[in-house]
């Protein structure tokens, strides 16, 4: 159990804009709320250490603890409906494929009034289909079981009650498109009396008589419980039963065809509002739903042929919808305070610090500019949607040697392998073996926290992302460089504008996660001959896809191409929230080479070697970087795995784009063995994209090229670069290559920006 913890419903704000905080604190006492800049994020007591400036004076507050519960688990509901059923019978049915058939008791569809109890469940388990139906208070409940072995299959599914012929059944077919009929297994008993009386009365009516109509779970009054793991499809309630639909005889399967509409109660369709968190329901009554906790949708259902691999081309191919029981979008929790930035405070990386009783946590947060008014010359991007991908990754690593450097260095002490109430990655795979398709920032993300070690990294500090980002802001600051911070939402919103007014443009550790809206505010800040510093790896890598239909959330369809954490199934490459293709920005023709020169080519441990310089590139274009720097080696050394060329590694591929008048400043080398060459980087086990031998790719490089329209990008190649910056108190060659670079795409300063430079002095800053 975490004592304090939190988010905010959004990760960047402007001058006069509101963000709100969310805490559950489930101590006793009050908890107590300080602003903080935050300037080095990183716990190794070799480097510069945790620091941040306290800005109590700004904002500080009391607040009442409330603890509040995480509920994973995903399901839809129609919210208080009247009762199903009525006097002439009931039938409730669905096509499902589960998933973790073993789980235990899982539920397709329920209605149950606890404060009656009265209602209805239909129900799986590894033993077959079961009915439950409610008679109320004080009664038994009734119990109906049809035994059947059900698998990763689709199956019609269904029960009913009919008084007039005074039998209750549950049934069960397998749905297969190579017979003609489906075999089916039906269980029927005689009805008696005490179950059709509940049926008479939900047909006269009565305002108690309400409540919610659940879609894979089933809330039985000690909140939501037996989430179905699968996919369902076509889901739907009669007010009647089978033998009573309008065909000429009694159904073998009954399905929502079979009723007059009159007699349908709701039947909701999938295939409609793919892209939104609604389901439609078709029926007379319009008795819509929502989705909550962010199933799958635009997943193959049962008529899927693969003639068609896009769902927009062909919805109905695409009618059912995934439902685990842990996914997890949006907690919910209330507001506890609100933060108003003041238009005095200077744009940059910023957390609220929360603590309680000696439990401390920090929620981040960045302040940018007003847009069209940089206060620098300078703007760094936070890669918050590579942050939020990454959100929460359980890694299986957090063991007896990782705990205790976590203790020893006073760093962020949760991790998400001991936390899964905190909900998943898009590098995880959910409880029934499929791949999480989606990241939420609504809800606490333990990842993406000040001091969080993501490895146990035997030559540095083993922090990835948000806290590697830090060692860069921390060197520009200690260099006298003011900078502005804008994120990925930012970019998202505001286009290549935001980023036109600077000389200069710095990527994250780590850009890897891009929009088409991102991508093309990198590619039109280019456009507009502006400077751009690529300062990591294995950047502009994946494709996501968002709507603001579904707030907060990111999608992530890993196709067919890529290093993988898991593989998307054939036929489920497209998103659900933006329709658009997924997987590799490569698939979609726009390889990062074609943006900053070179692209991921390799990985491997968490570990870091050298460059070698090329002393040709000396007297080439952007020879000057390597000013000072002696040769031939440097870098092997910094807080990220020891070295500064390690990880994930980019490289030229002129095959990818990479411009002809690119100029190869550095070259790293020595890697060990355990490297190894990015799957889409290759044509063969033996041939290269480039065709060049494989080993080749086992490298990176750093680059410089002129755009040609007046501005330069230069690009490292390598996640763990940042890591060296701070090297020998900030003195050393890694250092001096970018101090060189940002030195002169720097000189197009905006006015006013020495006063803020003045203004920004690190003298101020305090250690906490």
Known sequence: MI?????????????????EFKVSSRSAQPFEAELVRVIHADPNPDGPGMRFERLGHIFSGTFASVGKPLLPGSFARAARLPMAGGGAGLTVGARIQPSAIDRGEQCVMSQWNVAQGMGFALLVNENGVEMRFGRGLGKPVTHLQCPAALGARWYDIWCAIDPAAGQIEVGVA?????????LVCRTVQALDEAVATPLQATASGGAHDAADLLIAALDDGDGRRAFFNGKIEAPFIANLPPALATSASAVTVPRAADFEHAGLFAAWDFARGI??????????????GELINLPTRAVRGSLWSGRETCWRAAPDHYAAIHFHDDDLHDAGWATDFTFKVPPSLRSGAYAMKIAVEGATDYLPFYVRPVPGKPTASIVFVAATYTYQAYANYARGNFDASLRNKVAQWGAYPHN????????????????????????????PMLTMRPGFITFDDACGSGCRHYIADTHLLDWLEHKGFTFDIVTDDDLERFGAAILEPYATVLTSTHPEYHTAATLDAFAGYQRSGGNLAYLGGNGFYW????????????????????????????????????GEYGGLWRSSARPPQQLVGIGFTSQGPFEGAHYRVLDAARKQPGGWILNGIEGPLFGDYGLSGGGAAGFELDSTAPADGTPANVTILARSEGHSAAFGPALDALLSHTMTRSRGPVDTLIRSEIVYYETGFGGAVFSVGSITFCGALSHRGYSNDVSTLLYNVLDRFARRANPGTDDVRAAASIEANVHV
């Open 416 to 443: 998400p392998d001991e936390h899964p109430e905190v909900g998943l990655s898009t590098y995880n795979r959910h409880s029934d073996g499929s791949g999480v398709a989606f990241s939420s920032r609504l809800r």
């Open 174 to 182: 397998e749905v297969d498109r190579r017979v003609a009929l489906p």
């Open 3 to 19: 004592t304090i913890t939190g988010y905010s419903d959004i990760l960047s704000a402007g001058p006069d804009e509101s963000i």
């Open 275 to 288: 892209d939104s968190l609604e389901i439609v329901d078709i029926a007379p009554h319009a008795r819509h």
């Open 543 to 578: 494709r996501i896809g968002r709507s603001p239909r579904v707030p907060g959330a990111v999608e992530m369809r890993r196709t067919e191409g890529g290093v993988r954490a898991w593989a998307a199934e054939a036929g489920e490459y497209f998103h659900a929230l933006d």
